[in-house]
């Protein structure tokens, strides 16, 4: 199999924290694009007529998109350690907290670096001032219920490490781009984020 990925990007660090967790980093070959130049050119659209990454490549030649489904077809192939739930239950719950950071947490803060940060204005055309405004309230309000989920659990799914803290801590990183630590001013996910950022897989870019 074959990664097609980027640097910075937070959708594709879902995957390399992912691989990382599985241990699975050096037998899946890693192919970095820069998101300017080659995600848009004719060989990248036949992988993926969106131009985005990651794109995992399958033996078989097919082309997997959309980080959660490459992380969803890695658990299945490689089920342990188990970082999306074991039980129906605790499945499902992992998918709800994960798709919560995932639309609550990270697509707020996507959107405000995309916007906001004036190095990205090459990938978003057009950036728009009041979208990355409108975006970074959304995000602040975020980390709120964020902070308070966080109070009754060690992680966001619960009291073991999955998936949706891997998105939730990828998003947080990306938001560094626009100097959003919301670590310093919320004490539940100061404390959350020490704990995943000790991890070896949190290193992984």
Known sequence: MKLYTAKLAPNPRRV???LAEKGLL???ERVELDLATQTKIPDHLGRNPLGLVPVLELDDGRFLTES???CSYLEHMHPEPNLMGQ???ERAFIEMFDRRVEWGVLLPLANWVRHGHPGLGVLEKPQ???FAEASSQKAKAAMVWLDEDLAGR?????NRFTIADITAFCALEFARLVKFKPWESHPNIAR???Q???RPSADVG
Request: hydrophobic letters at 45%; zero cysteines; aromatic letters at 12%.
């Open 16 to 18: 390399h924290m992912f």
């Open 26 to 28: 050096d037998q899946i």
């Open 68 to 70: 959660r489904a490459i």
């Open 87 to 89: 039980t129906p239950e």
């Open 128 to 130: 728009i001032a009041d």
């Open 154 to 158: 060690d992680y966001v799914a619960g």
């Open 192 to 194: 959350w984020r020490d």
């Open 196 to 198: 995943v950022k000790a």
